[in-house]
């Protein structure tokens, strides 16, 4: 395509022109802005005077904001509406922006630039948060490689291309594994059980593929209801083979996207690239960017909380037994049992099931009611916006303002599955805040889910377990459109070390435990009834339902994944090592069959390579900083006014340990997440 063509992706409009971009946008965009990007670079080189910030941090800065805004629209649309065009011209990209992220990382004289800068008095005379900005970026060359030279440069520029390559291949692995199964299903009745919101969203993917009955799928909307509720063992062991072996050499589509010698040159690439810069393992490597001190540190941690909770998961399982046992007559559980049985006991137990709670969350409510809770807790507004283009009918925009008016950032809201979208929920970032030229440049977030769309006339409801991954999304969001820092790396979330990221995300979640916020997000989707007080128990009650197995689980994907790229050596036998990791610490085994790696795309695929831990890490200083709010009261202005200015303000500007001890007046301690997942009594049990 000419250059002289309009390109709505080199647009320099304040959103992007979703309407317009089409995939042979792409490639042309991505290479002019790389050519400006890299005139930049030179012009900053060039310059005669000494290294300055306006000289030099300023334009670097500018550089990758105006990289990104192309790219980042391009990397959504790939992520919510893929196509074959789209997908080739992204995967295009891949080598192009990988390389010149390495060439960067890798600039001698760039880098000379900076530690002149560093050691110059104009340096000492930054404020903290800009002294950070030169800090990590010194950081990142050494972690770029930039000491490295000859033929070690170019192997490490090579593996960098590589592992980007890699990680996508093995996501579109998953993706297409994922939708390359399905099951039809002529008569309703082999379906007996599963709840009539699923068998909805059953039958219309049917008539959608042009076919007769129900189908059924492995994406998550699909999978759970019926792992959890179908009466026929069989079908449940079908659809779990099928979940389990996805992206591997066994199952029903057994070689067709196996990710096993995909996750295999991972793992070497990663052991490689760590060695090159001087670590012993990746593990060590990952760490430079995150709160944790040292391997052992996350090591005992980890082991600390499989310890803990580890007679709580047995007893647990234990329960379990002894029901399926007494009640049903059966001796051994299946991995496809599990679920099943599992929801079978939380009834018995607590009278309640997700689908008991589902009518109660249609997902406008909750959205709304979500927004109504924010505002309170962080003195906010949000507004809906119409006729801003997007890239789908079903994504909403919305607006977010101070109490004063001020304009503070805006979101889209993407929440429905549909083909060509990536599974699961997320947020990403479209607009990052900053000043340009002297104008402020508000931030601009993504928010992505996949709930069950409206089926026909009745609309989508949802359960209250997607209303807790709504929650953990915003979380995410507002970190990164509450920040107050306009400088684009330690702005929102970016700059903020890996394992405290998910501080703001797992910290909202408990709002939609609390009966004040409830009573915003939920209404009876035919007769607005409120939520009835006893399910209101019910469910608060359940929800440390199993909980000592729920976080065993956690713990087994955490130690898996950071002692991998501990230990890794070449013929490491990567099944063997995850046997080993639930010797340690698992109550439950699953079939040998089970090829959970190939498709942990979160470690793989994702930023989580070692450290997948910080979950759980970053969940101590959630729940931690949520008990304040229990002790003061959930809508505590106070609490809230502190949280937003010590912790979603500052973004990447201050250490994420700085920022919560200034919220919670010391640093954190692991009680509140102990007594949070019911792995230690509540408070009250403690006073009795
Ligand atoms: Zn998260």
Known sequence: MPDHHHNPLLDDSPLPAFADIRAEHVLPAIEQALAQARATLAAVLGASAAPSWATLVEPMEALGERLDRVWSPVRHLHAVLDSPALREAYGACLPLLSAFHTELAQNKALYAAYRSFAASPAYDALDAPRRRVVDNALRDFRLGGVALAGAQRERYAAIQTRLSDLASRFSNNVLDATQAWSLTVADEAALAGVPESALAAARQRASAAGERGLRLTLDLPCYLPVMAHADDPALRQRLYEAYVTRASDLGPDAGRFDNGPLLEEILALRQEKAELLGFANYACYSLQRKMARSTDEVLEFLRNLAARSHAVAQAELDELGRFVNQEHGIDTLAAWDL???????????????????????????????????????????????????????????????????????????????????????????????????????????????????????????????????????????????????????????????????????????????????????????????????????????????????????????????????????????????????????????PPEFNRFPHAFSHIFAGGYGAGYYSYKWAEVLSSDAYSRFEESGVFDRAAGADFRREILARGGGRGALACFVAFRGREPAIAALLRHSGIEPPLEANAA
């Open 339 to 589: 679920a099943y049985y599992s929801e079978k006991l939380e009834r018995r137990r607590f009278d309640i099931s997700q689908e008991d709670l589902r009518p109660y969350f249609p997902v406008q409510r909750v959205i709304r009611g979500m927004f109504d809770i924010v505002e309170r807790l962080f003195a906010i507004r949000i507004r809906d916006r119409a006729n801003v283009a997007t890239w789908h009918r079903d994504v909403s925009f919305h607006e977010i303002t101070d109490a004063d008016g001020t304009m503070l950032g805006a979101l889209y809201l993407d929440p429905f599955a549909r083909s060509g979208k990536r599974g699961g929920a997320w947020m990403d970032v479209c607009r990052t805040r900053m000043r340009r030229s002297g104008e402020l440049q508000t931030p601009v977030a993504y928010l992505s889910c996949n709930f069950t769309p409206p089926v026909g006339e009745r609309p989508a409801i949802i359960t209250h377990d997607e209303v807790s991954t709504l929650f953990h999304e915003f979380g995410h969001g507002l970190h990164h459109l509450l920040t107050q820092v306009d400088i684009p790396s330690i702005a929102g979330i970016a700059g903020v070390e890996w394992d405290a990221v998910e501080l703001p995300s797992q910290f909202l979640e408990n709002w939609c435990y609390e009966p004040e916020a409830l009573a915003l997000i939920s209404a009876h989707h035919e007769t607005g009834a409120a939520l009835p007080a006893s399910l209101l128990e019910r469910l608060r009650a359940a929800r440390n339902f199993q909980c000592g197995m729920q976080m065993l689980r956690q713990v087994e994907f955490a130690l898996f994944d950071f002692r991998l790229h501990i230990e890794y050596r070449p013929g490491l036998d990567v099944l063997a090592l995850l046997e080993d990791v639930r010797d340690e610490v698992a109550v439950l085994r």
